[in-house]
Protein backbone atom coordinates (compact mmCIF):
# COMPACT_ATOMS: atom_id res chain seq x y z
CA UNK A 1 0.00 0.00 0.00
CA UNK A 2 1.01 3.75 -0.22
CA UNK A 3 3.36 5.70 1.29
CA UNK A 4 3.98 9.16 1.88
CA UNK A 5 7.04 11.10 3.19
CA UNK A 6 7.11 14.35 3.47
CA UNK A 7 10.31 17.44 3.38
CA UNK A 8 11.39 20.66 2.83
CA UNK A 9 9.99 21.50 6.00
CA UNK A 10 12.36 24.26 7.95
CA UNK A 11 11.95 28.05 10.06
CA UNK A 12 11.46 31.24 7.99
CA UNK A 13 11.41 34.46 8.62
CA UNK A 14 7.66 36.23 7.75
CA UNK A 15 7.64 36.74 3.48
CA UNK A 16 9.87 34.07 2.93
CA UNK A 17 9.21 30.82 1.04
CA UNK A 18 9.61 27.40 1.25
CA UNK A 19 8.95 24.64 -1.47
CA UNK A 20 7.19 21.11 -0.02
CA UNK A 21 7.52 17.76 -1.30
CA UNK A 22 5.68 14.56 -0.86
CA UNK A 23 7.30 11.11 -2.41
CA UNK A 24 5.14 8.50 -2.66
CA UNK A 25 6.05 4.71 -2.22
CA UNK A 26 4.88 1.26 -2.79
CA UNK A 27 1.78 2.78 -4.92
CA UNK A 28 1.21 4.94 -7.72
CA UNK A 29 -0.49 8.34 -7.49
CA UNK A 30 -1.55 9.12 -11.16
CA UNK A 31 -4.95 7.92 -10.63
CA UNK A 32 -6.04 9.56 -7.46
CA UNK A 33 -6.55 13.42 -6.76
CA UNK A 34 -4.06 14.55 -3.74
CA UNK A 35 -3.65 17.20 -1.25
CA UNK A 36 -2.20 19.32 1.42
CA UNK A 37 -3.07 20.03 5.05
CA UNK A 38 -1.97 21.39 7.70
CA UNK A 39 -2.37 20.95 11.88
CA UNK A 40 -1.15 23.55 14.55
CA UNK A 41 -0.72 22.60 18.02
CA UNK A 42 -3.94 22.86 20.07
CA UNK A 43 -5.87 23.13 16.72
CA UNK A 44 -8.46 21.03 14.60
CA UNK A 45 -6.60 19.89 10.84
CA UNK A 46 -6.84 21.94 8.22
CA UNK A 47 -7.56 21.50 4.45
CA UNK A 48 -5.00 23.90 2.44
CA UNK A 49 -4.79 22.40 -0.77
CA UNK A 50 -5.75 20.01 -3.80
CA UNK A 51 -5.05 18.77 -6.90
CA UNK A 52 -7.30 16.86 -9.63
CA UNK A 53 -5.86 13.75 -10.93
CA UNK A 54 -5.07 15.10 -14.15
CA UNK A 55 -3.71 18.55 -12.86
CA UNK A 56 -5.93 20.17 -14.49
CA UNK A 57 -7.60 21.83 -11.81
CA UNK A 58 -6.35 22.72 -8.17
CA UNK A 59 -8.30 24.18 -4.94
CA UNK A 60 -7.68 26.47 -1.93
CA UNK A 61 -8.41 27.78 1.52
CA UNK A 62 -8.68 30.94 1.25
CA UNK A 63 -6.53 31.91 3.36
CA UNK A 64 -3.88 30.64 0.91
CA UNK A 65 -4.99 31.72 -2.18
CA UNK A 66 -2.29 33.89 -4.42
CA UNK A 67 0.77 32.87 -2.23
CA UNK A 68 0.64 29.20 -2.21
CA UNK A 69 0.87 26.31 -5.26
CA UNK A 70 -0.05 23.13 -5.22
CA UNK A 71 1.71 20.67 -8.28
CA UNK A 72 2.34 17.02 -8.93
CA UNK A 73 4.51 15.14 -10.93
CA UNK A 74 3.13 11.97 -11.69
CA UNK A 75 6.65 10.52 -13.32
CA UNK A 76 8.13 11.22 -9.89
CA UNK A 77 5.20 9.79 -8.10
CA UNK A 78 5.27 12.92 -6.16
CA UNK A 79 2.98 16.32 -5.19
CA UNK A 80 4.55 19.93 -4.28
CA UNK A 81 3.47 23.14 -2.53
CA UNK A 82 5.34 25.82 -2.71
CA UNK A 83 4.75 28.55 -0.37
CA UNK A 84 5.68 32.25 -0.42
CA UNK A 85 4.92 35.35 1.09
CA UNK A 86 4.62 33.17 4.69
CA UNK A 87 2.89 34.19 7.94
CA UNK A 88 3.15 33.50 11.06
CA UNK A 89 -0.33 31.91 11.05
CA UNK A 90 1.43 29.36 8.61
CA UNK A 91 3.20 27.65 11.33
CA UNK A 92 1.91 24.25 11.20
CA UNK A 93 2.94 20.52 10.91
CA UNK A 94 2.04 20.08 6.89
CA UNK A 95 0.53 16.82 5.69
CA UNK A 96 0.12 15.24 2.40
CA UNK A 97 -2.65 12.38 1.23
CA UNK A 98 -4.27 10.59 -1.10
CA UNK A 99 -7.87 11.12 -2.17
CA UNK A 100 -10.56 8.41 -2.32
CA UNK A 101 -13.54 10.20 -3.99
CA UNK A 102 -14.85 12.85 -6.34
CA UNK A 103 -13.19 15.95 -7.04
CA UNK A 104 -15.97 17.88 -5.51
CA UNK A 105 -14.97 16.07 -2.07
CA UNK A 106 -11.27 16.36 -2.58
CA UNK A 107 -11.42 19.88 -3.69
CA UNK A 108 -13.72 20.56 -0.36
CA UNK A 109 -10.86 18.80 1.70
CA UNK A 110 -13.00 15.46 2.47
CA UNK A 111 -12.69 11.79 1.75
CA UNK A 112 -8.92 11.50 2.20
CA UNK A 113 -6.72 8.69 3.03
CA UNK A 114 -3.09 7.44 3.38
CA UNK A 115 -1.81 10.07 5.66
CA UNK A 116 2.25 11.14 5.55
CA UNK A 117 4.04 11.55 8.60
CA UNK A 118 4.17 16.08 8.26
CA UNK A 119 6.98 18.36 8.03
CA UNK A 120 7.13 21.38 10.18
CA UNK A 121 6.62 24.75 9.07
CA UNK A 122 7.98 27.33 11.39
CA UNK A 123 7.22 30.95 10.48
CA UNK A 124 9.05 33.83 12.94
CA UNK A 125 8.22 37.34 12.99
Known amino acids: QVQFVESGGGLVLSGGSLNLSCAAS????????MGWFRQAPGKEREFVAA????????AYVDSVKGRFTISRDDAENSIFLQMNNLKPDDTAAYYC??????????????????WGQGTQVTVSS
Open 51 to 58: IRRTGAHT
Open 97 to 114: ARARGTWGRSSAGDDYDS
Open 26 to 33: GGTISEYH
